[in-house]
């Protein structure tokens, strides 16, 4: 069968964007492997689908699949991509939605200026519900990397992130600890790593190791976790704007059960069609 499908990105962030509302397809983990290859598929970092919603109350299902074909709760610049192309492509016009995500709930406001504000939820920091092995909840916790003591912070977002801060994400070892911490036993269901560059109060840099897609350009969870963690210990004042490999997002939190709030762009690059064997 031929699929249709939509490239989108969030700040270098890259999607196949699938809307099976008015499409039939079942989407097997070899084949999102297969289409997320640069060389000999599409190649995205992940793959964004458009259900109809389970709960009646909500616009539509939104789900989430990594690279590597691991289907997983939550993604910050998916999420900005997905509000636009429900409108682009009429399968709605209202300017604000709720989705359904494996992560719960998240609004989705298409703004005049033609940026999105997602609502990503309150952040979550006890260790269970990540989940993250630990005896008690705590500001920052060591991790043991290959005999290495390693200080992060820890909270879920819909989605598990660990934090680090390093003086420098230009020279932050990502490509060695990421996939190290990634696959940490102490993360049972594996976790995305960010690398925090605190510049001011109100400004950070971040680099993002992902898990299931490796090192992205940008990560729209990976900067609400790393401003989570920056203001909740004393370090960041909100709004903080987070400087990301592709670009800017800025992030606003006001504490305890107060939501996160994302803002940025969403940008279409192609549609195309490709045969599913
Ligand atoms: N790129 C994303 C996060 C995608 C999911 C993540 N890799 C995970 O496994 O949780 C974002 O913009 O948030």
Redesign the pocket.
């Known amino acids: 069968m031929l699929l249709h499908f939509t490239k989108m990105h969030?700040l270098g962030?890259d999607f196949m964007v699938v809307d099976l509302v008015t499409q039939r397809a079942r989407l097997r983990d070899e084949q999102i492997r297969a289409l997320a290859d640069r060389h000999f598929g599409i190649g995205f970092?992940?793959l964004l689908v458009v259900e109809p919603p389970l709960d009646p109350d909500m616009d539509f299902r939104y789900r989430?699949f990594?690279a590597d074909g691991?289907e997983?709760?939550?993604?910050?610049?998916?999420?900005r991509c997905f509000a636009r192309f429900v409108r682009d492509q009429r399968l709605t016009h209202k300017r604000e939605i709720r989705v359904e995500t494996r992560g719960g709930p998240l609004t989705l406001r298409s703004e005049d200026d033609g940026r999105v504000s997602v609502d990503m939820g309150t952040p979550r920091f006890a260790p269970e519900a990540l989940p993250f092995i630990a005896d008690e909840e705590s500001l920052t916790h060591v991790l043991d990397v290959e005999g290495e003591c390693v200080t992060i912070a820890v909270v879920s977002v819909g989605?598990?992130?660990a934090v680090l801060r390093v003086d420098d994400v230009d020279d932050a070892p990502v490509a060695h600890l990421g996939p190290l911490i990634e696959a940490h036993p102490r993360f049972p269901q594996?976790v995305?790593v960010g690398f925090m560059q605190i510049v001011s109060r109100q400004e950070i840099r971040l680099r993002?190791f992902?898990?299931?897609?490796g090192e992205?350009l940008?990560?729209?969870?990976?900067?609400?976790a790393a401003v989570a963690c920056g203001i909740r210990q004393g370090l960041l004042d909100s709004p903080v704007t987070v400087h990301l490999r592709g670009g800017d997002l800025t992030i606003t939190w006001a504490g305890g059960v107060a939501s996160l709030l994302m803002t940025g762009p969403a940008e279409r690059v192609f549609d195309g069609r490709v045969a599913l064997s």
Do not use: F, L, M, Y
């Open positions: 969030g962030n970092d992940q989430i990594n691991s997983v709760e939550n993604c910050g610049n998916g999420a989605n598990p992130h594996r995305n993002v992902e898990r299931g897609s992205t940008a990560c729209g969870t990976g900067a609400c």
